[in-house]
C-alpha cells in the first residue's frame, strides 16, 4: 500500500493519494534550501577539492532541486541511486561514483554526510574515510566508526585542508545526501 494512501487511511482523509504523490514530489523538488553554511563551505572547497552529490533520493525530487539551488553548479556530477539501480550503503554505488571521477585513489576521497547506517557506514565498508554531519551532535552507536564528525559545514575546511589523514575524532566537530 502506498505510503499516502496508508496516511490518509489513517488520519480519515479521502483525497486521491497517487494525486497527492505527484504533487507533493513537484513541489519537494522545487525547494533547494540549504543548511547554514553550505554554500560558503561549497565555495570555499570548489576548486581546491572535487565535488560529487551521492544520493538515494528519487531523480525527479534531486536533479532538479540540485538545478535550483545555488551550490548545483560547484559539484562535478551526482549519483542518484534510483538511477544506478542501488543505494548507499552498498558499495556499487560507490564504484559507480569512482568510477565517474575517473578512479582516484581512497585515500583521496572523503565521503561526508548525515546518515550513520547510509553514507558512514558505506564509506566505512567503501575502504573510504567519512565525515558524520551531525548538527543534533546524536550520540554514536558502536555498531559504526565515526573518524570525523562535525556540527557546522564550516568545519569540513579544517579536516579537508588537514588532506585528512590525521585522526580528528571529537564530538565537538556532506557533503553527500
Not at 557506514?121 to 554514536?140: I, M, S, T
Not at 555498531?143 to 575546511?157: C, F, G, Q, T
Request: net charge negative.
Amino acid at each position: 500500500m502506498p505510503v499516502f494512501e496508508l496516511l490518509f487511511e489513517a488520519i480519515g482523509i479521502t483525497s486521491d493519494p497517487v494525486t497527492f504523490s505527484s504533487g507533493y514530489l513537484r513541489r519537494l523538488a522545487a525547494c533547494s534550501e540549504l543548511i547554514e553554511g553550505a554554500e560558503a563551505t561549497i565555495r570555499a572547497l570548489h576548486g581546491e577539492v572535487g565535488l560529487m552529490v551521492i544520493t538515494d533520493g528519487l531523480k525527479e525530487v534531486q536533479r532538479p532541486r540540485l538545478a535550483r539551488s545555488t551550490i548545483g553548479g560547484y559539484f562535478t556530477d551526482i549519483v542518484i541511486s534510483e538511477e544506478v539501480g542501488v543505494a548507499k550503503p552498498d558499495g556499487a554505488i560507490f564504484d559507480v561514483a569512482f568510477n565517474r571521477m575517473n578512479d582516484p585513489r581512497k585515500e583521496e576521497v572523503l565521503i561526508v554526510g548525515d546518515s550513520l547506517n547510509s553514507d558512514i557506514k558505506g564509506g566505512n565498508d567503501y575502504g573510504v574515510d567519512a565525515c558524520w554531519f551531525n548538527p543534533a551532535r546524536l550520540p554514536r552507536t558502536p555498531a559504526v566508526a565515526v573518524r570525523y564528525e562535525i556540527s557546522r559545514l564550516d568545519e569540513l575546511l579544517g579536516i579537508v585542508a588537514g588532506s585528512h589523514q590525521s585522526t580528528h575524532d571529537t564530538t565537538d566537530t556532506g557533503v553527500s545526501a
